[in-house]
């Protein structure tokens, strides 16, 4: 069983609370779900391979998934099109 005041209220031990420039580079095209799935993912590879959470296991779930914006690009570009002239833009 595991000391459960080893932990912060995320879950992680001395998580920081700023990203790195090189995570915030790296998500750049993400949707804050989609860097929030990253994180996730990291921290189940960090407990998985009993070690700490890292900069590089962020960066490394970010890489090994590409954005939905790349994924899904001519599905967007259709919606945006069809949305001209119909749809009021969301400032």
């Not at 069983?1 to 031990?13: I, K």
């Not at 960090?46 to 001519?74: Q, W, Y």
Request: hydrophobic share 40%; proline share 3%.
């Amino acid at each position: 069983m595991r000391d459960s005041t080893s932990f912060t209220r995320s879950g992680c031990r001395g998580a920081r609370t700023s990203a790195s420039p090189g995570v915030s580079a790296a998500a750049d095209a993400y949707s804050g779900a989609e860097i929030e799935q990253a994180i996730i993912s990291a921290l189940h590879n960090s407990f998985a391979a009993k070690g700490e959470l890292t900069t590089d296991r962020i960066i490394h779930a970010l890489e090994t998934s590409p954005p939905l914006s790349v994924t899904m690009r001519e599905k967007i570009d259709a919606l945006r099109h069809w949305a001209r002239g119909r749809c009021l833009a969301a400032d």
